[in-house]
C-alpha cells in the first residue's frame, strides 16, 4: 500500500473514531460517571482528578466541535440539495465512484440547480465499510450512497443525544 494511501486510510478511521466518539458522547460520559469514576475511586484514586480533568477537557473539545459541525452542514444544506455517490466494481480491488451533486449556486436564484459529477477509480480499502460488507456478504457490486440523508441522520444523532 504506498504511504499516501495509508494515510488516508488512517485519517479516515480516526475520523470515523472521532465520528462516532461525537455522536455518543452523551453515552459515553454517562458511562464514565457511573462506571469508570467509581472503578478509579475504588482502586486507583491518585489519578481520579487528572481522569476527571481529561473528560472535561475532552467535553468542551466535543460540545463545541459538534456545535460547529452542525452549524457548517446547515450552512452547506442551503446550497448542497442532495449528492448522491454510487460505486461499481471493475475489478478484483478496483471500483469506480461517481459522485453526484446537485447544487444552487446562487441563493438569490434558488431555481438555478447545477448537477455536477466527478469519477474517480477507488481501491478495496477505501471503501466505505458497509459496502465492503455487502459485497464480502452477498457479491453485491454495486452501491448507491445517498450522502445528504446520511449526514442529515448523523446530525440528527448528533441533535438528539445532545
Known sequence: ??????????AGILGGGVALALIFW???LEWAQYNLFPWIQNNIPS????????????DNVATSTRYLIRKAWK????????QVVKLERQ?????KMQVTSWVIKNLLEPEKVSEVVTEKDVDWEDLPPDVRAEWLKLEKS???????????QQIDEMDMSA
Open 91 to 95: 475489478s478484483s480491488g478496483k471500483w
Open 75 to 82: 450552512k452547506l444544506r442551503e446550497y448542497l440539495l442532495k
Open 142 to 152: 454495486k452501491a448507491e450512497i445517498d450522502v445528504t440523508e446520511y449526514r442529515d
Open 26 to 28: 452523551n453515552q459515553i
Open 47 to 58: 489519578i481520579e482528578s487528572q481522569v476527571r480533568e481529561a473528560f472535561s477537557a475532552v
Open 1 to 10: 500500500m504506498p504511504i499516501p494511501t495509508f494515510i488516508w486510510a488512517i
